[in-house]
């Protein structure tokens, strides 16, 4: 699946978000090596740290349907109401989850800048992710 279709997956899924807090709404999808794909959106709390962000979301959703090989997210992200103008990274907390479940040099991020799809691997954005010895 090309970055645009995964990208117009997380827009779709961003209009799902439950934001009354922040107001800032988040879709993701999550791209499989079969070609499947999750989505996930952010969902709020009113007591704010159990907080789900939409990575997060598309990625237990995946992980809980015995999903296991993973090729690319792409995240949208911005003010409730408006198109995403700037690129929406995965929180720290994203990153990390996510480096456990995939290969850190090839799993693509995709965003989206002024209409257009940009893309880095998760290596990029976390050079440096903390490994627990199993
Ligand atoms: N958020 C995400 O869902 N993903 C990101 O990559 C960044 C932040 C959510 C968390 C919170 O609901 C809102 O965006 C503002 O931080």
Redesign the pocket.
Known sequence: MDNVTLLQKAKEARKM?Y?P??G???G?ALLTKEGKVFTG????SSVFSP?????RVALAKAISEGEKDFVSIA?V?APKDEEPAEP????GV?RQVLSEHVDLSAFTVVTEENGKAKTCTLKDLLPKAFVFEK
Do not use: D, M, Q
């Not at 907080?51 to 990575?55: F, I």
């Not at 929406?88 to 929180?91: A, E, V």
């Open positions: 978000a934001a807090y922040s800032f709404t988040v993701a959106c952010n969902i709020e907080s789900l962000c939409a990575e995240i992200g929406c990274y995965p929180c994203c």
